[in-house]
């Protein structure tokens, strides 16, 4: 079987090759653990990289054990929340979406309102029938746009269906 180290090395090299554009930043979990963490900024979604991942195993079965969905990290720069807050506001005008002066979220201002769910953007529906903080509704769209494919979610784009 191959040790944690030499498994992360080659999984980061198969990120970068599959997605050239995304910084990776993959680590050996802290003692005890077992496993790898894998981060990332804006970039794919990670049922993206869940699907990669599940093709990736089958070629180094070695290395698999290691590799688990579980480590998966995905965060948002002012940029991509930038992105998601414009297509938000586009199809919802009047939710309230407090930003910081780089067009980011106000992560702290947000967390203090909310909104009654679902809601639909671009053409898909995000959450349930129940009231979310601003914050979960933003990460929530967030959470399902590949930054890696284009700079903005289309109006009409994705599944129509609730």
Do not use: N
């Not at 804006?42 to 599940?54: E, I, W």
């Amino acid at each position: 079987m191959m040790e944690i180290p030499a498994a992360a090395k080659l999984w980061k090299q198969a990120l970068r090759a599959q997605w050239p554009g995304v910084r990776w930043s993959v680590r050996s979990a802290p003692r005890g653990w077992f496993t790898v963490i894998t981060m990332w900024e804006d970039g794919p979604t990670a049922s993206a990289v869940a699907l990669f991942c599940q093709a990736w195993k089958t070629v180094y079965p070695d290395a698999a054990t290691w590799i688990r969905e579980s480590g998966f990290r995905r965060s948002y720069s002012p940029a991509g929340y930038a992105t998601v807050i414009d297509a938000i506001t586009r199809e919802i005008p009047s939710m309230p979406i407090p930003r910081t002066t780089d067009g980011g979220l106000d992560i702290r201002a947000a967390r203090a309102l909310t909104w009654a769910g679902p809601v639909k953007v671009a053409g898909r529906f995000y959450g349930h029938d129940r009231l979310y903080d601003v914050v979960a509704v933003v990460e929530l769209v967030a959470d399902a746009h590949d930054h890696t494919t284009g700079p903005a979610i289309a109006p009409g784009a994705g599944d129509a269906s609730p």
